[in-house]
């Protein structure tokens, strides 16, 4: 009896050491998320009025399974090479410790400039209905992604470099970007102006934009960033319209005037203005170059 007694309590030791591996295991296994490991890729179509347009958001989450991250949106070129632009930030990404996300406009989608860099405000000779405006995917996505649970931040960060940047700075006007902590347009061929000096779509005459809100605007955290070598007059892909040249005769001289005319407009109103004009040296119209430039600027922006 005394064997069997023996028996049954090793054999309940066994059971007991057992059942508290099989916790720790499930202890271990690192929560999941919406978003893959590394890089992901899913398909965006959640927002009603431009359901029709479905995009592609590429993804690169640092650590996985991780839900406690800040995150960035990175706004392609007008290459679309949406792949590459958000591969630039993946080692930025592993060092500092955020997620990357990357819409992507394709050209067949949202053709020309009109339907990606001015956000298909103006379309078939008219301005649209402001719910289909693509610079509301923005907010549309995030709360997509925080109803995965993707982070638990409440806030994101958006960059865009060339023609990303002239989506991300005229976003910033015409939209509300209510949970934006820090905006960052690079390298933008040309701009909006935050003034009446110029028709839609070099300035706000003319545009649906809400005269409102225009004072507001001058206190959004927005960093206005260019290479100090980004100043070639003859560069292709740089605008040369009349109303463009106004602005400058390369990138660099159109940066400068667009912070200096917000400056300038936010003097007059007598308002607080808060953005930054940040350049780097050594630089040109490299968004490679630019992008770890860019992801230093977010990341101190988190400790603020």
């Known amino acids: 009896m005394k064997n069997y007694n023996f028996i049954f309590f090793i054999l309940l030791l066994v059971t007991i050491s057992c059942e508290d591996n099989s916790e720790k295991k499930v202890d271990e296994i690192p929560s999941t998320t919406f978003l893959r490991y590394g890089n992901g890729k899913f398909l965006f179509n959640e927002y009603s ?107 994101y960060g958006i960059y865009g470099f060339s023609a990303g940047g002239q989506f991300v700075h005229r976003y910033a006007l015409h939209t509300n970007p209510k949970r934006a902590s820090f905006i960052i347009a690079g390298g933008s061929g040309w701009y909006t102006l935050p003034d009446y000096s110029e028709n839609y779509p070099y300035g706000l005459s003319n545009s649906p934009f809400n005269t409102n809100t225009l004072s507001k605007k001058f206190q959004l955290p927005m960093t206005i960033l260019i290479g100090e070598n980004d100043t070639d007059p003859n560069d292709s892909d740089l605008r040369k319209t009349v109303q463009a040249m106004r602005q400058g005769q390369h990138r660099y001289d159109r940066a400068k005037n667009f912070y200096q005319v917000a400056a300038n407009k936010a003097n007059e109103l007598g308002v607080n203005f808060d953005w930054i004009f940040s350049t780097v040296p050594g630089v040109g119209h490299s968004s490679e170059s630019i992008a770890p430039i860019a992801a230093e600027l977010f990341y101190n922006s988190l400790k603020n």
């Open 49 to 155: 009025p431009l359901a029709d347009k479905p995009i592609n958001v590429y993804t690169y989450l640092p650590v996985e399974g991780a839900t406690d991250l800040p995150l960035i949106f990175v706004m392609h070129g007008n290459s679309r090479n949406v792949i590459n632009n958000c591969g630039y930030w993946g080692e930025s990404a592993r060092n500092y410790g955020f997620i990357v996300i990357c819409p992507e406009f394709n050209e067949a989608q949202f053709p020309g400039s009109a339907n990606y860099q001015n956000g298909m405000m103006f379309t078939g000779g008219q301005f649209a209905d402001s719910t289909k405006w693509t610079y509301n995917l923005i907010e549309e996505i995030f709360s997509y992604l925080k109803q995965n649970d993707v982070t638990t931040y409440e806030t």
